[in-house]
């Protein structure tokens, strides 16, 4: 019998303390001054990263067909994605069934950020873009935002930037590497691979790129439409959660601000052990009973299609358009798509209580067509209000009064910002935290306070937390610094 090799082994730690102090001493190294800097060179892109974007005909888009058996939508090269129609069917719902079109896009893109540590403190490399769909043109996104057919060149442009640093990591280090879905009411099984890869070496600086603190980008993100979805996303799967905040982020005596601390440590516990949450999560995920089939986009119920757009018969939920776009500042110079156009401002929102002095967040277990596991945790309320002017009133979403009818005082976080503007025009949430006191006793199947260590635990794995909740987690961590009202 052949005897194997020996070889050399090097146990490594499994409780990674530095990184989430690291990830700390950049959120408080955010000042004026760096902001100051940070609005000049956003201004000179502003005026210089143009994009033109016009709403045409659905078949004046050069290079996507209508497929005459189904009316289903797809680019000439099999790639991209494809608007199909779905029938939905949730029978313990107040709405059992409905049928829609949704976004078909199985490709696994690119959301990365690359890090690297300047003068001591760490930084992340961002880059302003511009995307069809964004309400205000240029936001702030990851290093990396692309699909696979982006990257591999199907649409024969210029390459990603940066790129390589996410595709071959074994020269660097990885602080995150997970695949998050994206919205499940539009995409069909969407999922991006989210990554912060850190670098020791010298990179060079693009034109639209810039080195921050994150301390910076959560000053940032309290502006509306600034931090793009994709940076959200990459932002919250980031493991900015362990014992010695308490001392690196300088607690005040602001109960608010040390509840908020005491909650990104596992030591202050939580009111569910965590082995209780997984138990919740799965036994939700067996009970819930949602089935889809796909079905043709053209003469889909309850839905018209015109020469401009498709539309719901109530004028309510969202259109399907085409836009043409051109821009002297993206991999390609022109192009055409379809584009999900959303009807109404929604509504995202984290109901917040301290118990027993540690920061709780309110979760829902919420079901969509598009999730690949059925079930994921959402805000406590997530939703576009108008919507329900159309649906029976036991649809109404639960706590939706306790967030709108919120005092001045109760809210922490208040902000309109952009959801993915690659696939979606003009789609703008209200991203609000709501603190609320405590009640005893409260008890709901599918709702549970957990405290944001437990949630950054989560965001270590797949298809836990959806995005909405995901950009709320980076909306409370930019609380972590110094509250803002």
């Not at 099984?189 to 034109?207: A, G, H």
């Not at 602001?254 to 939580?270: I, P, Q, T, Y």
């Not at 757009?309 to 192009?335: C, M, P, Q, T």
């Not at 952009?418 to 599918?446: A, C, L, T």
Request: charged content about 25%.
């Amino acid at each position: 019998m052949a005897k194997l090799q020996a070889t050399p082994y090097t146990l490594t730690s499994t409780h990674d303390v530095l990184t989430p102090l690291r990830i700390a001493r950049s959120v408080i190294a955010g000042t004026d001054v760096e902001e100051a800097a940070f609005a000049r060179w956003f201004d000179d892109l502003r005026s210089r990263f143009q994009m033109k974007v016009q709403r045409v005909d659905l078949d004046a888009l050069v290079g996507w067909s209508t497929a005459p058996d189904t009316g289903d939508i797809a680019h000439d090269s099999g790639k991209f994605f494809r608007i199909e129609g779905l029938e939905v069917h949730f029978p313990h719902r107040p709405v059992k069934a409905w049928s829609q079109p949704i976004i078909n896009q199985p490709e696994v893109g690119i959301l990365g950020i690359l890090v690297r540590e300047i003068e001591g403190v760490l930084h992340c490399l961002i880059q302003a873009k511009a995307e069809p769909g964004n309400y205000h043109g240029l936001q702030l996104c990851p290093t990396v935002q692309a699909t696979r057919s982006n990257y591999t060149k199907v649409h024969g442009g210029s390459s990603v930037p940066y790129l390589e640093y996410f595709r071959d990591t074994t020269r660097h280090r990885v602080l995150t590497d997970v695949r998050q879905s994206e919205q499940g009411a539009w995409f069909r099984q969407k999922r991006n691979r989210n990554m912060v890869v850190e670098v020791s070496e010298d990179v060079e600086l693009l034109d639209g790129f810039r080195w921050v603190t994150l301390g910076l980008v959560h000053r940032l993100l309290h502006r509306e439409d600034l931090i793009n979805m994709d940076l959200r996303t990459v932002l919250s799967c980031i493991p900015f959660a362990g014992p010695d905040l308490r001392t690196a982020l300088t607690v005040r005596g602001d109960d608010f601000h040390a509840a908020l601390v005491a909650s990104c440590n596992e030591e202050s516990g939580g009111l569910h052990a965590m082995s209780d949450i997984l138990s919740w999560i799965t036994e939700v995920r067996t009970r819930t009973e949602v089935s889809t089939r796909d079905v043709p986009l053209g003469g889909l119920p309850g839905w018209h299609r015109s020469a401009e757009k498709i539309s719901h018969r109530s004028g309510l939920f969202f259109d399907v358009i085409g836009v043409d776009v051109r821009s002297g500042a993206r991999e390609v110079n022109a192009w055409t798509q379809p584009m999900i156009a959303p009807i109404g401002t929604g509504l995202v929102a984290f109901l917040v209580t301290r118990i027993l002095g540690v920061l709780h967040v309110l979760v829902h277990a919420r079901a969509e067509p598009g999730y690949l596991d059925v079930v994921e945790l959402a805000p406590t309320v997530q939703c576009t209000p108008d919507n329900y002017a159309v649906l029976p009133r036991a649809a109404r979403p639960s706590f939706v009064d306790e967030v709108l009818g919120a005092a001045p005082e109760q809210i922490r976080f208040d902000t309109l910002l952009s959801e993915e503007g690659g696939r979606f025009y003009h789609s703008r949430n209200k991203y609000m935290i709501v603190e609320v006191d405590p009640e005893p006793g409260f008890e709901h199947p599918d709702f549970r306070w957990l405290t944001l260590h437990q949630l950054v635990d989560l965001l270590r794995h797949s298809h836990y937390l959806n995005v909405q909740a995901r950009s709320l987690v980076a909306c409370l961590h930019s609380l972590s610094a110094r509250e803002r009202r």
